[in-house]
């Protein structure tokens, strides 16, 4: 059975991998002249190529029942395939990255089994349109190339500058699969408020807290950056998934998390340590646990010299405990780690990836509409939905 598979991305060399375990033979078209452009970004260029804290709700779909089906039949295959073509992980509180701590390592052991496996590669090769007829024909800029079944493996929108332009979805649109919207996902958050300049550069261990319309959605914590536009770093990715243009987005900052008590207590407790700490400034004091910048930012916009009175010490308390950034958009897909939306999974037989609505097409990867958090959660989604396609190309 002759496969091709379009976009050889990490969702793409795995199912083309898996199909020619299967006896398919397969082609992959690629529009780059080198494959796994992207891979080779991935985890500052280390790869975090999966996560042992695997919670479905690492996972953000219109459709998450049917993620969780690809997810419940292929997550156990996922670190033996790795292991079986010689990956050693290194294991960081749950995060798996190749050994030697580069991608480069992830993307030679797939291509090297492309290799053995004698997988056909056409480098700069763009598909532009999918036909239908009794055999797929799939047409280029400059071939048309024939085949019984067909993968597209394009990725989404993000990071277009390795290949994935949103066109695959374009394709996938045209052969009758509905889009869920796309946005930008796992990036960086733009904020409206004048005083960015004062704290850009900083990075702080904070408490993030998203707030839409005045309803609390997410809470994330860990290293934040903050930036002359806003909020960048984990934190701020993974809330960036929840971001809804069509309401008022705010993030409450807690930049002291390492108080376990309540606002009341914490109140108590600062007023105790300016006691204890006659001899220094307000300034000075904060900087017992607060960056400079952030410090001198407080002091500028509440205009606090000390804390001799209740009402100052509720006033700067507020500030550390619940700092507001008002949130107005994205950076753009150019930013983005991944693409939030794609198409639908009710279009996908999620157990074999096939599509519902063309015979013999598979969908894998980001150009599906689910994403995960930072973490690895996204080569997962691209790893098993390409050993799920590598089954399903076989199954009749
Ligand atoms: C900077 C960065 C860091 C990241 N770090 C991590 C991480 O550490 N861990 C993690 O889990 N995820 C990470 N991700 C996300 C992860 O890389 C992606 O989700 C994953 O690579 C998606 O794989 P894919 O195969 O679906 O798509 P892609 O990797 O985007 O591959 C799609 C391929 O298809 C090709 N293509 C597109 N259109 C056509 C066409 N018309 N014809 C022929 N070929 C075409 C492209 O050139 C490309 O090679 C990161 C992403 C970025 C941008």
């Known amino acids: 059975m002759k496969v091709l598979v379009i976009g050889g991305g990490a969702s793409g060399l795995v199912t083309a991998i898996a199909a020619a375990q299967k006896n398919c033979e397969v082609t992959i078209l690629e529009k780059n002249s080198k ?33 969780a089906k690809i997810w419940e039949s292929k997550k156990e295959e996922v670190l033996p395939f790795f292991e079986e073509i010689g990956i050693v992980p290194k294991v960081i509180n749950g995060y798996y990255y190749p050994w030697s701590n580069q991608a480069n390592s992830i993307l030679n052991a ?13 480098y700069d090769e763009e598909v532009k349109e999918i036909e239908k007829k009794q055999k797929f024909v799939i047409k280029t800029l400059k071939n048309s ?29 045209k052969l ?3 889009i869920k919207d796309v946005s930008p996902s796992l990036v960086q958050l733009i904020g409206q408020d004048p005083f960015y300049k004062d704290w850009n550069g900083v990075r702080a261990y904070a408490k993030l807290s998203l707030f839409q319309d005045d309803c609390f959605i997410k809470e994330e914590a860990g290293e934040v950056q903050l930036t002359d536009y806003g909020l960048s770093g984990i934190c701020a990715f993974n809330l960036s998934i929840y971001f809804d243009k069509t309401k008022n987005n705010e993030i409450k900052i807690n930049f002291v998390p390492w108080f376990t008590g309540n ?27 607060l960056n400079y910048k952030i410090v001198n930012l407080i002091l500028k916009l509440t205009k606090l010299k000390d804390l001799n009175d209740e009402k100052s010490l509720d006033i700067l308390t507020n500030y550390l405990f619940e700092f507001s950034v ?45 994403c995960g958090d930072c973490g690895g959660y996204n080569l997962a989604i691209a790893w098993m939905s390409g050993l799920l396609a590598g089954d399903g190309l076989t199954n009749d």
């Open 35 to 67: 494959c796994g452009k992207k891979l080779l970004l991935t985890g500052n260029g280390r790869c975090n190529y999966w996560n042992d804290n695997q919670k479905l709700d690492c996972y953000h779909s219109q459709n998450l029942g049917e993620f």
């Open 110 to 122: 797939l291509m090297t089994k492309i290799k053995t496996l004698k997988i056909n590669i056409i």
């Open 145 to 173: 190339y024939v085949a019984d079944k067909v993968v597209l493996a394009t990725g989404g929108c993000s990071f277009s500058k390795t290949g994935s332009d949103g066109k695959g979805l374009k394709i996938a649109q």
């Open 176 to 178: 009758g699969h509905e």
């Open 263 to 289: 606002k009341n207590e914490f109140k108590k407790w600062l007023k105790t340590q300016s006691q204890k700490l006659k001899m220094f400034s307000l300034g000075e004091m904060l900087e017992g646990f």
């Open 326 to 370: 008002k949130i107005k958009d994205t950076k753009s897909f150019d930013y983005a780690q991944v693409t939030k939306g794609g198409v639908s999974l009710l279009d996908i037989n999620p157990l074999t990836m096939e599509s519902k609505k063309v015979k013999g097409l598979f969908l894998v990867g980001e150009i599906l509409d689910v």
